[in-house]
């Protein structure tokens, strides 16, 4: 009986020990794979390992982290345990003890992402930059070369539908324009590349008849229109509306072109001006006058005040001195 007893405390101990051990078990659980082949360059827990929590937004945020960024295509990698468990305490601080790892002792990578074709994403680009220059400079004469794409730029991306988007141009017609490329694979944007394009040819321009003082009104009689090459600067807009209102910003020699930079121009709303405003409501407009607390170019938001109830409310610029609240 005495032995009965004996054994049946031990097992009871046994079971505590191993309940006690259930208890302080980690709340998610890691198991490792051996091996992992990938098509994107960013290695995620997921990726490389089973997750499992009864917390779902626990696994979901260690599924989510980051291991690290794989370098160069088809060169295998062995990401150790101890490398996960660096990466892991390193970017989920305070929940060293929220994860066990078991499984695989190591990881064995490999990135088969595929190469980009730049030749086709110069050509597009190139394409996209000539027709929104035929659109914002329709007189103007250019071809565009490409320059090579940087050797440091990564052109790597997963197997899908490419597609391409461009993001941001070089605002101005000059010699050396660029533009910021989106890749999309399945319609998802996988990097952004930046392209950079040599512009050769002629525009339309404006040349200075007469020596003119900083601060001229511009008109007609002190211009004449010629072709010029483009250089790196940009010359102002050939447009003769594009100078109503403009002043010189700084002097100008007689035979010089006119530049950008050289012109200031007069906003439709100036800051501290009084304006009309037409408020609309249906078939009902009601005008009053009211004081722009800044300056704004047509079809830009104006925020005005009544200067009899000092009621202040944003407007809509639709010509010189005018704007609109509908």
């Known amino acids: 009986m005495a032995c009965d007893a004996s054994s049946a405390m031990r097992a009871a101990i046994l079971l505590m020990a191993i309940a006690a051990g259930v208890c302080r078990a980690a ?21 490389i390992a089973s997750v499992q929590s009864d917390d779902q937004v626990l696994a979901r945020r260690f599924g989510d982290t980051q291991i690290l960024m794989l370098g160069q295509r088809g060169q295998p990698v062995r990401l150790t345990r101890e490398r996960i468990r660096h990466a892991l ?5 305070g929940l ?8 695989a002792p190591a990881v064995h990578l490999i990135w088969s992402g595929r190469m980009l074709d730049s030749g086709a994403l110069q050509a597009w680009s190139a394409s996209a930059l000539s027709a929104l220059l035929s659109e914002s400079a329709p007189h103007a004469d250019v071809s565009i070369t490409p320059y090579p794409l940087s050797s440091a730029t990564q052109l790597y991306v997963a ?25 999309l694979v399945d319609g998802t944007v996988a990097l952004s590349v930046p392209v950079w394009f040599r512009v050769q040819g002629t525009q339309l321009a404006w040349r200075v008849r007469q020596d003119a003082q900083a601060g001229a009104a511009l008109d007609a009689s002190m211009l004449e229109p010629v072709r010029a090459p483009l250089s790196h600067q940009q010359l102002a807009a050939h447009e003769s509306h ?13 035979g010089s072109l006119l530049l950008a930079d050289d012109i200031d121009q007069k906003k439709p709303v ?26 704004a170019a047509h079809g830009a938001s104006v925020r005005v005040v009544n200067p009899r109830t000092q009621a202040s409310y944003l407007a809509t610029v639709v010509g010189d001195g005018v704007a609109e609240v509908r």
């Open 27 to 47: 709340p998610v659980s890691v198991d490792l794979r051996d091996s992992a082949t990938l098509e994107t360059r960013m290695v995620r827990l997921a990726d």
């Open 89 to 93: 305490d390193k970017r989920l601080p």
């Open 96 to 103: 060293q003890d929220a994860y066990q790892l078991s499984g």
């Open 159 to 183: 197997p899908g539908r490419i597609d391409y988007a461009a993001r941001q141009v070089h605002q101005g017609l000059t010699e050396r324009m660029h533009m910021l490329v989106d890749v």
């Open 242 to 254: 594009a100078l109503d209102s403009a002043r010189l910003r700084r002097a100008k020699q007689a």
């Open 270 to 295: 100036e800051r501290g001006s009084e304006i009309l405003v037409r408020v609309v409501r249906g078939g009902i407009a009601v005008e009053d006058r009211a004081l722009a607390l800044n300056e």
